[in-house]
């Protein structure tokens, strides 16, 4: 009875990989949304939102378990100013993908444009504390905190920004450090 069980083990175990190797995305369908999504970015550069998002929602058709894909067509979405349906596709992608902060960062942005000022606050420090490394969170973050009236959290966050970008960023740079004295200015007037 026990070697019985161990076989039966065996090929349980066999289908079971089976099974996954056959339900997992087909290369072809891999290439294709890979091709789709170059595609929808190069329309969304050219100012073709409508075909960028045809695009991605096919790419996602595809391969429909890539936060990568459902974050696409929230983008597409927010370029439509589309923001509360733009928010709920980054939403789909975070539940897929806990740790994708580009969709957080996304959100940030929704948030933003929706006046929600403290959701933008979640959205913008859970994509900093997954990817601490990314400028362009804490100078949105600093956008936000100001927007809410708190000065001493803006200024950190610009200096923060200041320390991560690259000189590559010159304009943002030079945007932070005139916002930076600005604010500092304003905070020393109180």
Same mark, same amino acid.
């Given at each position: 009875?026990?070697?019985?069980? =161990? !076989?039966?083990?065996?090929? @349980?175990?066999? /289908?079971?990989?089976? %099974?996954?190797?056959?339900?997992?995305?087909?290369?072809? +369908?891999?290439?294709?949304?890979?091709? /789709?999504?170059?595609?929808?970015?190069?329309?969304?550069? *050219?100012?073709?939102?409508?075909?960028? /998002?045809?695009? %991605?929602?096919?790419?996602?058709? &595809?391969?429909?378990?890539?936060?990568?894909? @459902?974050?696409?067509?929230?983008?597409?979405l927010m370029e439509? +100013? !589309?923001?509360?349906?733009?928010?709920?596709?980054?939403?789909?992608?975070?539940?897929?993908?806990?740790?994708?902060?580009?969709?957080?960062?996304?959100?940030?942005?929704?948030? *933003?444009?929706?006046?929600?000022?403290?959701?933008?606050?979640?959205?913008? /420090? *859970?994509?900093?504390? @997954?990817?601490?490394?990314?400028?362009? #969170?804490? %100078?949105n973050l600093a956008?936000?905190?100001?927007?809410?009236? +708190?000065?001493?959290?803006?200024?950190?966050?610009?200096?923060?920004?200041?320390? &991560?970008?690259?000189? #590559?960023?010159? =304009?943002?740079?030079? +945007?932070?450090?005139?916002?930076?004295?600005?604010?500092?200015?304003? *905070?020393?007037?109180?």
């Open positions: 009875m026990k070697r019985f069980t =161990k !076989k039966a083990m065996i090929y @349980i175990v066999a /289908l079971g990989i089976l %099974f996954l190797w056959h339900c997992g995305p087909s290369e072809s +369908d891999t290439k294709q949304a890979n091709e /789709l999504t170059r595609k929808g970015l190069l329309a969304l550069r *050219t100012g073709n939102k409508k075909e960028a /998002l045809a695009a %991605f929602k096919k790419a996602n058709e &595809l391969l429909p378990k890539n936060p990568r894909y @459902i974050n696409n067509i929230g983008v597409a439509q +100013d !589309k923001h509360k349906e733009a928010k709920s596709y980054f939403n789909q992608a975070v539940q897929l993908s806990p740790t994708y902060s580009r969709a957080y960062f996304n959100m940030g942005i929704c948030n *933003t444009k929706l006046k929600d000022y403290k959701s933008a606050v979640f959205s913008y /420090l *859970t994509a900093a504390r @997954i990817n601490p490394s990314a400028p362009q #969170v804490y %100078f956008i936000v905190y100001e927007k809410m009236g +708190d000065r001493k959290k803006a200024i950190k966050s610009l200096q923060r920004f200041l320390a &991560l970008a690259p000189p #590559v960023l010159k =304009k943002a740079r030079v +945007d932070a450090k005139q916002k930076l004295a600005s604010l500092s200015r304003k *905070t020393q007037q109180k």
